[in-house]
């Protein structure tokens, strides 16, 4: 049971433009969201997060929209940059993060020079 | 945000043998999470570890088969017993933020291939 989920595995984004990724949940528990980017052969880097009271968190270049209705967040990334690529995992907990995180099975971000 | 260690970074081990994978973290922290991934998987996670006490295991998972110590608030190790192919993942530890309580911080991993 695949209580996070990323439907695209993949996206291809040009280098200046905005990459969205998006993230769907089903246990109406989470109520405290994370982004983490991942190169390879390194550890997930925690990029963003959110809590459920809400919708909207900005950092620099990236923002974390929240649809509780929907069960619905995503992620973009404003402009796109090639340091960019590299597989995203969207991340939730219960608790308002004091439970364990589950994580989605990733999106791998390619951005085109 | 903590700066983790692990060791091995990676290898390669025959069936029916064991690995312990060590993870060290450059400040205290209470809890400690041991993840796996398998190939094209998502990340799972496996135990929490707290200082002084027995590591909690998610369903699936159990300690015969994934003994974890935690002798003090900065390391931390997990082992993984009698190998099989199935076990070929990357090992991950991660903590949580002293500055807050909510976000994961995770170690480079170990990748582990059993022939």
């Known amino acids: 049971d695949q209580q996070v989920k990323q439907n695209s595995p993949s996206l291809s984004v040009q280098e200046g433009r905005i990459s969205i990724l998006n993230c769907d949940y089903t246990n109406s528990m989470f109520d405290y969201f994370l982004w983490y980017k991942k190169y390879p052969a390194e550890g997930p880097t925690f990029l963003i997060s959110?809590?459920?009271?809400?919708d909207k968190n900005e950092d620099g270049r990236f923002t974390v929209f929240l649809n509780k209705s929907a069960k619905h967040l995503s992620l973009h990334i404003v402009p796109s940059q090639p340091g960019d690529s590299a597989v995203y995992f969207c991340a939730a907990s219960a608790n308002f993060g004091n439970e364990k995180l589950t994580f989605g099975t990733g999106t791998r971000l390619t951005i085109i020079p | 945000s903590a700066v983790i260690s692990q060791k091995p970074s990676r290898d390669i081990c025959q069936r029916g043998t064991s690995l312990t994978i060590q993870c060290q973290v450059d400040?205290?922290?209470?809890?400690m999470f041991w993840y796996r991934q398998q190939p094209g998987q998502s990340l799972t996670l496996i135990a929490t570890?707290?200082?002084?006490?027995?590591?909690?295991?998610e369903s699936g998972f159990v300690i015969d088969k994934f003994p974890i110590s935690r002798p003090n608030l900065t390391f931390s190790t997990l082992t993984v017993s009698n190998m099989s192919p199935e076990d070929s993942s990357i090992y991950l530890c991660?903590?949580?933020?002293?500055?807050?309580?909510?976000?994961?911080?995770f170690g480079p991993g170990t990748r582990l291939t059993v022939t």
């Open positions: 991660s903590v949580r933020s002293g500055q807050s309580s909510y976000e994961q911080y």
């Open positions: 400040s205290q922290v209470t809890m």
């Open positions: 570890a707290n200082q002084g006490s027995e590591a909690t295991y």
């Open positions: 959110i809590s459920s009271i809400k």
